[in-house]
């Protein structure tokens, strides 16, 4: 038996609803066939999106979604998906795979399925090969209310007023795909990009800088240092990539299978998911160096799980399976997040469909909910609520070269009263009674919802429903205090009431 201590009288900082948001990128089947299918498709949809994944994304509340990359945001040159779908460019998409891009989803449609699923847009400009004019008019065209050529423009095609888009990023992963940059060069870029970036009525730009690779605590130094001011949020990058060493010459090519993978990659998989908080607490304390009272937020805007190609489908689609272990990765850092909401406001789970640690994962008119989707289900609660303060009591479990802790939780108080706990068991077999003291707050019911497997359970289109979310029904209270039951490979979320 473990204990849980959550202490509802130390309030710490607000968990940004966008913590938990999402990135879309036109790759493989993110956007084609994932979400969009057009409007004369069979599948059932609204003006083009699929009807069945709108509902499961709106379902999880999902608050923001970065779009159009990732590495295509780049080479995007948003003029090309602008106007008559008929007359829009056919271009290569050099980033993934050659395929043929029609444009046939561009700004009017991404800003639909916002609209659809009341989220926020989020769009990465482009300071790879693009200009500062091209991304200055599009944010003219997306939020200018009077008259001008982009506001214009933006009527002939059909839409009267503004969206008022406010989170825009300038680049792309600058020191590698987005252009190779040094950090002292892309700060250059940046202030010019971010100086002609206007607001326009209400809307005041929210400027997101091209923050580090992973652990490269000298880019976030540099950029803090020659832009911090002019900026809003700087993102982070960082995938969990269990099947390659860090000292591999080509860790690429050693990505490990999504699913049928051994204890040791299981171990190694959540080792690496919980380097996560060592990373965000090394770049936070970087960012007080110039920021103390914490104006500039750390963005997440790339997590999440990168596995080897399900077999058989093309290597530059990035089309993986999602089991139990993408879902206890989903877990801790979710977890971590709201521990460091302090600074990070924003996170964007790498990708919505179809790509890497997907949510939904479609086939032709078929859609599948992953365990991962289940994770966000079951945390949709922490949106906008204040973290609290929690304590766990831990045996460490795993391997001699990846040992993880065996629980891991957060917990924090809603605007309706409530609190909530989100609580992983991450043993692959062993389960653990955890004992929950909860101070500082009345309540008389607890609500428990879960999900729990075998390591390697999927939910595929043979059998949809394998990992689903259960109750658990009749949890007794003692004052304060209760129990709960966790099986191995488990996710719960506990509400207070
Ligand atoms: O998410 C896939 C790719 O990973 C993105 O396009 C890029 O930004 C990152 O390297």
Request: net charge negative; glycine share 8%; hydrophobic share 35%.
């Amino acid at each position: 038996m473990k204990y849980l201590f959550v202490n509802c009288s130390r309030k710490i900082s607000q968990i940004d609803r966008n913590i938990y948001g999402h990135f879309a990128e036109h790759l493989g089947r993110g956007i084609y066939g994932g979400i969009f299918v057009g409007a004369d498709s069979e599948i059932p949809n609204i003006r083009g999106m699929r009807k069945d994944v709108v509902d499961a994304l709106k379902s999880i509340k999902v608050p923001v979604i970065r779009w159009p990359g990732g590495c295509f945001a780049d080479h995007y040159h948003w003029m090309d998906g602008i106007g008559p779908k008929n007359e829009r460019k056919r271009i290569v998409n050099t980033s993934w795979g050659g395929t043929v891009e029609d444009n046939s989803f561009g700004t009017h449609e991404f800003l639909d399925l916002c609209e659809q699923l009341g989220c926020s847009p989020y769009i990465t400009g482009n300071v790879g090969s693009g200009t500062v004019r091209e991304l200055s008019e599009w944010i003219e065209y997306m939020n200018f209310d009077g008259e001008s050529p982009m506001a214009d423009l933006r009527r002939k095609n059909g839409r009267e007023k503004p969206w008022n888009v406010s989170y825009i990023g300038i680049g792309n992963e600058s020191w590698g795909g987005g252009g190779h940059m040094s950090a002292e060069y892309y700060t250059g870029l940046y202030n010019q990009y971010a100086t002609f970036i206007r607001p326009y009525g209400n809307t005041r730009p929210y400027k997101i800088a091209c923050g580090p690779d992973g652990a490269d605590y000298k880019w976030t130094d540099t950029v803090m240092r020659l832009s911090g001011k002019l900026m809003d949020s700087l993102s982070l990058h960082y995938y969990t990539m269990p099947g390659y060493y860090p000292t591999d010459p080509y860790p690429w090519e050693k990505k490990g299978p999504a699913t049928g993978f051994d204890k040791a990659n299981y171990f190694r998989t959540l080792a690496r998911a919980l380097f996560m908080d060592e990373l965000i607490a090394g770049h936070k304390f970087v960012m007080d160096r110039y920021d103390p009272e914490k104006r500039v937020s750390l963005c997440i805007d790339e997590w999440g799980t990168w596995h080897a190609v399900e077999p058989g489908t093309n290597p530059s689609f990035l089309y993986q399976q999602n089991t139990m272990r993408d879902a206890l990765v989903a877990a801790v850092s979710l977890n971590i997040f709201n521990k460091h909401s302090d600074r990070v406001r924003m996170a964007n789970l790498a990708q919505m469909i179809n790509v890497l640690q997907s949510v939904i994962l479609t086939q032709e008119d078929r859609m599948v909910l992953t365990p991962t989707y289940h994770v966000f289900d079951l945390y949709k609660g922490h949106q906008n609520a204040t973290l609290l303060e929690s304590y766990i009591q831990q045996d460490f479990i795993g391997t001699e070269e990846a040992q993880v802790p065996q629980l891991h939780a957060s917990a924090s108080a809603g605007e309706d009263g409530k609190v909530r706990i989100t609580l992983a068991n991450l043993s692959p077999d062993e389960s653990q009674n955890v004992r929950c003291v909860v101070s500082g707050s009345q309540f008389a019911s607890v609500a428990v919802r879960y999900i729990s497997g075998e390591m390697d359970d999927c939910n595929s289109f043979e059998n949809p429903s394998k990992i689903s979310i259960h109750d658990m029904p009749d949890i007794a209270v003692d004052g304060e205090v209760f129990s709960i039951e966790t099986p191995p490979c488990s996710v719960f979320e506990i509400v207070l009431s």
